[in-house]
C-alpha cells in the first residue's frame, strides 16, 4: 500500500517536471553541456559560449514573437524568407554603390518595412480570415523571389562600418545582439504577464469562442501579433546579418524551421493557449547548440550532417511529450 | 438569369478555366512559340512529378488535413535508392525498398494524426525537418548517380507523343475519379471534410482512411522521387525542396476548399495547369527564375483570398 502511494507520488512529481517544461529543457540542457564538457573541455571557453549565444539572439528574438503566434493558434513559416528580404533591402540601402542612405536612416527603414510585411500577413489572415499557413507558405516564396529581385544575382559587399557596429560592436563587454535579445525578452515577459494585450492573446488562444463572446477584439489582436513578429524579424536581422561583411540571397533559408522548432520544444501548445517563454528560451540555447556540440563531441566531421535529423527528432520529442502530458491529465 | 449567371461563375472550375483560356490567349499574342506541340511536349517533364502527388494531396485537403513534408519524403526514398544502388544492390530492389520507404513516411505521418490526434501540419512539419536531415546525414549530403541507361530511359521514353510518367499520372488519375465519384470511398472523404465527428458516429472508420491516405501521399512521393533520378540521373538530399509549395497552390488553386469537404479533381487539373504554364512561361520569356518564386506565392496567396471572399459571398 505504502509503496503504491510512494510511486503515485514519484510519478506525480515526474508529472510536474514534465509539465514544466522549462524546467525539464534546462536540465537536459545542462546535462548536455556538462558531458559535452567532459568530453572537450574547450567546450566551456568563454570565447565559444558567446560565439553559442550570439548564433542563438536572433532565433530568440524571432521566437519571442513567434510563441505568441502559435499562442494564438496561428502559425507562421514566413520569417525566413522575411529575413531574406530584409537582409538584401539593408544591404542595398546602406550599400555606396547602390542607394547610400546613412545607416540610421537604413535602420529606421528596415525595422518600417519588416512591421509592414508582419501587418500585410496580419492583414491577410485577421481581417480577411485566410488561414495563417496558407498566407505564410505563399509569403515564405514569395518572398524569396523578392529577395533574389533586390539582390539581382549579385553579393553585397560593402557594408559601411556604420551598420557592421550593429553585428561586431559590443557594450560593456556583451555583444549588441545580446543586449537587443535580453531586451526582447524583457518587453515579451512584460507583455504577456502585465498588460491586457498579453492576456487577450492568451484568451483567444485556449477559447476563441469564449474570447469572441467576451467582446475581446480578436481581428485587431491578431494583426498586432503579427505585426510584431515582423518587426522583431526586423530586430534580428539587424543584429545578425551585419556580422559579417557579406549579404547574399540566401540569409534566413530554414530559419522558419528552427523557430518554429525552437517554439514547440519549448512547450508552446500547438493548438494554442499555452506557452512559457523560459521555456522557449531554453529551446533556443539547445537547438542551437546542436552543430556546435556534434563538433565538439570530435565524432569526426560527418557527424555534424545530421544536424537536422537531431531538430526533427527533437521536435516529434515534443509532440509525443504533448501528447503523453495530455492523455495524463486527461486520465 | 442574372444570379443564375453569378452562380455559374462562382464554381472555382467555370473561374479557372476562363482564367486558364485568357492566359494562354495572352501568352499567344506575346510569344506564339511557346505554344507549339513540340515545346510544350519537352516542358511537359517538369509537371508530371507535382501532379502525381497533387492527387493524394487533393484527397488530403478535402478531408481537411495536409502534407508538407512530400518534399523531403521524395528525397529519402531517392537516398534510399540510390544508397542501395551504389552498395551493390540492383535498381528494381532499390526503387522497391525505396516505395516501402515512401509508404512508412507516410504511414508515420497518419499514425501520429490518427493515434495521436496532432495536428497534420504540425506533424508533417516536423518530418519535413526529420526525412531531410536523415536523407542528409545517411548520404552525406553527396550526390549519388552513375545509373543504368535502362532506369534513365524510364526519365526519357515516351509512347504516343507523351512521356511514361505523363502515362502514369492519366492512369492514377482515372483511378482517383472511379475512387472519388464511382466508389463509396469517395463520399466518405468528402463527408470526413464536412464533419469528421459525425462521420466517426455514423460508423465509418475514419482513422483507416485517413492513415491509407497519407501512406497514399507517401507512396506517390516515392514514386516522383523514382521519376525524379531516372530524369536527372542523379539522387541528392536536396531534392523536393519546396516541391510542397507548387502541389499544395496546384490544388488549392483547383478550387479545394482548406477546411476540407469541397473540390474536384477537374479543377485541380486546371490549378495544374494553369500554374504548369505560368512558371515555365515566366522561365522562358524573361528566363529568370527569382520571378518563378515570386509569381508561385503570390498565386497561391491570391487564390485563397479569392476562394475566402467568393465563400464568404456564398454563404451570405
Avoid at chain 2, 493524394?56 to 523531403?72: A, C, K
Wanted: glycine share 12%; proline share 3%; aromatic share 8%.
Amino acid at each position: 500500500m505504502k509503496d503504491g502511494f510512494q510511486g503515485l507520488r514519484l510519478g506525480k512529481w515526474m508529472l510536474g517536471l514534465l509539465k514544466q517544461r522549462a524546467a525539464g529543457l534546462f536540465c537536459f540542457t545542462f546535462l548536455a553541456l556538462g558531458l559535452v564538457s567532459l568530453i572537450n573541455p574547450a567546450f566551456l571557453a568563454w570565447g565559444n559560449l558567446r560565439d553559442i549565444a550570439v548564433q542563438a539572439a536572433p532565433v530568440c528574438i524571432i521566437s519571442c514573437g513567434l510563441m505568441l503566434v502559435l499562442v494564438l493558434g496561428e502559425i507562421d513559416i514566413s520569417v525566413g524568407s522575411m529575413m531574406g528580404v530584409l537582409a538584401a533591402s539593408m544591404g542595398a540601402m546602406v550599400s555606396a554603390t547602390r542607394w547610400g542612405l546613412s545607416p540610421w536612416i537604413a535602420v529606421i527603414l528596415t525595422l518600417i518595412l519588416g512591421t509592414l510585411m508582419g501587418a500585410l500577413n496580419g492583414w491577410l489572415i485577421a481581417y480577411l480570415r485566410v488561414p495563417s499557413i496558407m498566407v505564410t507558405l505563399g509569403m515564405l516564396t514569395a518572398l524569396r523571389g523578392v529577395t533574389e529581385v533586390i539582390m539581382g544575382g549579385t553579393w553585397i559587399t560593402d557594408l559601411p562600418p556604420g551598420i557592421r557596429y550593429l553585428g561586431t560592436g559590443s557594450w560593456m563587454g556583451l555583444p549588441i545582439c545580446l543586449w537587443v535579445c535580453a531586451g526582447v525578452i524583457v518587453l515579451s515577459t512584460w507583455l504577456i504577464h502585465r498588460t491586457p494585450l498579453g492576456r487577450r492573446i492568451f484568451a483567444i488562444g485556449s477559447q476563441p469562442r469564449a474570447a469572441h463572446l467576451a467582446g475581446l477584439p480578436i481581428q485587431r489582436v491578431k494583426f498586432l501579433v503579427f505585426a510584431w513578429t515582423g518587426f522583431l524579424t526586423a530586430l534580428a536581422t539587424l543584429v545578425s546579418v551585419p556580422q559579417l561583411s557579406v549579404v547574399d540571397s540566401g540569409i534566413g533559408v530554414g530559419m522558419e524551421l528552427l523557430v518554429v522548432t525552437c517554439v514547440v520544444v519549448g512547450g508552446t501548445s500547438v493548438s494554442g493557449g499555452t506557452g512559457h517563454l523560459s521555456g522557449v528560451v531554453f529551446a533556443v540555447l539547445l537547438m542551437t547548440m546542436i552543430s556546435t556540440l556534434l563538433i565538439f563531441m570530435k565524432l569526426g566531421e560527418n557527424a555534424t550532417y545530421w544536424s537536422r535529423a537531431i531538430q526533427g527528432l527533437f521536435i516529434l520529442g515534443a509532440i509525443l511529450l504533448d501528447h503523453l502530458v495530455r492523455s495524463k491529465k486527461s486520465s | 438569369m442574372k444570379t443564375k449567371w453569378f452562380s455559374w461563375l462562382s464554381h472555382p472550375e467555370s473561374l479557372l478555366s476562363c482564367l486558364t483560356l485568357v492566359m494562354l490567349g495572352w501568352i499567344y499574342k506575346e510569344d506564339p512559340t511557346f505554344l507549339q506541340w513540340e515545346v510544350q511536349k519537352e516542358l511537359s517533364t517538369h509537371i508530371w512529378e507535382t501532379a502525381l502527388m497533387a492527387l493524394p494531396m487533393t484527397l488530403i485537403i478535402l478531408t481537411g488535413g495536409i502534407d508538407l513534408s512530400i518534399g523531403s519524403t521524395m528525397s529519402l526514398c531517392a537516398i534510399t535508392a540510390g544508397m542501395l544502388h551504389q552498395h551493390g544492390v540492383p535498381l528494381p530492389m532499390g526503387c522497391l525498398a525505396a516505395a516501402l520507404v515512401g509508404l512508412a513516411g507516410g504511414w508515420f505521418n497518419g499514425w501520429f494524426i490518427t493515434r495521436l490526434k496532432v495536428h497534420p501540419l504540425i506533424i508533417t512539419l516536423a518530418t519535413m525537418a526529420a526525412f531531410r536531415g536523415i536523407a542528409e546525414g545517411v548520404s552525406q549530403a553527396r550526390p549519388l548517380s552513375g545509373f543504368p541507361k535502362s532506369f534513365t530511359w524510364l526519365g526519357q521514353a515516351s509512347w504516343l507523343g507523351i512521356p511514361l510518367a505523363g502515362w502514369l499520372f492519366l492512369g492514377c488519375l482515372a483511378l482517383c475519379a472511379w475512387i472519388m465519384h464511382g466508389h463509396r470511398l469517395g463520399r466518405y472523404i468528402h463527408a470526413i471534410g464536412y464533419n469528421e465527428v459525425a462521420t466517426r458516429y455514423s460508423g465509418i472508420r475514419v482513422n483507416r482512411i485517413l492513415l491509407g491516405l497519407y501512406c497514399l501521399s507517401g507512396l506517390s512521393a516515392s514514386i516522383a522521387a523514382i521519376l525524379f533520378m531516372a530524369r536527372r540521373n542523379t539522387a541528392k538530399a536536396d531534392i523536393g525542396a519546396g516541391v510542397e509549395l507548387g502541389v499544395i497552390t496546384a490544388v488549392v488553386m483547383g478550387g479545394v476548399s482548406i477546411f476540407g469537404g469541397r473540390g474536384s479533381l477537374f479543377g485541380v487539373c486546371l490549378g495544374l495547369v494553369l500554374i504548369h504554364e505560368t512558371r515555365e512561361f515566366v522561365s522562358w520569356h524573361w528566363s529568370r527564375d527569382e520571378l518563378n518564386l515570386l509569381a508561385l506565392g503570390s498565386l497561391l496567396i491570391l487564390s485563397v483570398v479569392f476562394q475566402q471572399l467568393l465563400g464568404h459571398k456564398r454563404s451570405s
